[in-house]
């Protein structure tokens, strides 16, 4: 479970850290987890992007609804029905965590990351899941030292309002690779267009695809679980990471 307790704007947040083999300090890359919380999925994930060569801080960005453990689900996803009675409490904690929080937590993910011994240099990479991927978008918009952004079965990147996360990409100078999910109302055909049309708008590197599968689909430990598309976006997000951080 987490391995360290982050000072933030408004109180603390648990975080998982994964370190690269060989001990020597590397890249840095802030995970971003989906509405369910930090658990061992989210730590096993977060070891495998460690592995290839990274210092991986994945926090609980629900800090001030409780703990991991407190936010933990109280049954086994993967069984029928699990998820959908999970899902209603933990969207409202998604709800909650507004543009304007966001806003205060980001800088502070990013420099406790930044600030690690394990970590090299100042140029870091931002994967999200579900909701985590609007938060790397938004991410990349802040901090022009976000220089790859992997965003996978994200909801909601391209909305009417007024603080829609694709209009993030305007600022941001990284490069994105998205897999979203075939099947996801929250991500329709016509909002993956416009997010692929705002990132070349922004002369932006980026890859957009679709995975099939559900939304949710790199999440083991529930019943949206895709094995091919979890897959993919690994093989996606190393390319990423690849070519943008180990290359500096």
């Given at each position: 479970?987490?391995?360290?307790?982050?000072?933030?704007?408004?109180?603390?947040?648990?975080?998982?850290?994964?370190?690269a083999p060989g001990g020597a300090p590397a890249p840095g890359v802030l995970f971003v987890?989906?509405?369910?919380?930090?658990?061992?999925?989210i730590e096993e994930m977060a070891d495998r992007i460690a592995s290839w060569g990274y210092t991986v801080l994945a926090p609980n960005v629900f800090h001030r609804d409780g703990t991991?453990?407190?936010?933990?689900?109280?049954t086994d996803l993967r069984e029928p029905g699990a998820r959908e009675a999970f899902m209603p409490g933990a969207m409202e904690r998604v709800k909650?965590?507004?543009?304007?929080?966001?806003?205060?937590?980001?800088p502070a993910y990013l420099s406790a990351l930044r600030s690690r011994p394990e970590t090299a240099g100042e140029d870091v990479g931002v994967t999200g899941y579900c909701m985590g991927a609007r938060i790397a978008v938004r991410a990349a918009g802040m901090d022009p030292h976000v220089v790859a952004v992997g965003g996978w079965h994200g909801g909601g990147l391209v909305t009417d309002g007024p603080d829609s996360p694709h209009l993030a990409l305007a600022t941001a100078r990284a490069a994105f690779a998205f897999g979203h999910a075939s099947d996801d109302r929250s991500m329709p055909p016509e909002a993956v267009a416009a997010l692929g049309a705002a990132m070349a708008d922004a002369g932006l590197i980026a890859v957009n695809e679709v995975f099939p599968g559900p939304?949710?689909?790199?999440?083991?430990?529930?019943?949206?679980?895709?094995?091919?598309?979890t897959e993919r976006h690994f093989e996606s997000?190393?390319?990423l990471l690849g070519s943008t951080l180990a290359a500096r």
């Open positions: 479970m987490p391995t360290l307790t982050l000072t933030m704007p408004d109180g603390e947040a648990e975080a998982h850290l994964a370190t987890i989906d509405a369910i919380g930090l658990r061992p999925r991991a453990a407190e936010l933990a689900p109280p909650g965590l507004t543009t304007e929080l966001l806003a205060r937590d980001l939304h949710g689909y790199s999440m083991a430990d529930t019943s949206m679980y895709d094995e091919e598309s997000l190393r390319r």
